[in-house]
């Protein structure tokens, strides 16, 4: 889904920098088209190493998410502190059957998002998540 926006945007702006020029001022100022082309070309193997750096664990008291390639992030999440779990959906990761589970806490800073599921994996995650949360928030 994500390449296919790099190409669909960066390919506009390689024809609009490539095509006026060399309309308007000769076919040398074409050659302005080659650096959005090389930013798709570089763009399109960073999301796949990106895509690749996702992970999510469940473990006995908390979901671990990790992420990122050069600065790699790990998120902890305890069940108990969840307070919602929702799954969303925008209309491109719905053409592509994808859904993201996002979870709410009390601090904005911990929370977190896990993209690019399976809906139906999706939707077993926040049930697994909200039943967790539910029996670890039952004694607070």
Known sequence: MRRLLLVVWLGLISLAAGLVPGLL?????????????????WGWVMLERNWRSW?????A????????VLWHEE????YGRMQLVEVA?????????LA????????AATDA?????D??????????????????????
Not at 75 to 78: A, K
Not at 119 to 140: C, F, I, K, Y
């Open 119 to 140: 809906p139906a994996e999706a939707e077993r995650l926040r049930d697994r998540l909200t039943e967790l949360g539910e029996a670890r928030s039952a004694g607070l």
């Open 113 to 117: 998002t896990i993209p690019g599921l």
């Open 25 to 41: 001022a000769g076919p040398a100022w074409a050659a302005f088209a080659l650096p959005p082309l090389a930013l798709m070309a």
């Open 75 to 78: 998120t902890v999440v305890p």
């Open 61 to 68: 008291d908390d979901l671990l998410i990790s992420r990122g």
């Open 55 to 59: 992970r999510y664990a469940e473990r």
């Open 100 to 107: 993201s589970v996002q979870l709410h806490t009390a601090a």
């Open 89 to 97: 959906s925008g209309p491109v990761e719905r053409h592509f059957g």
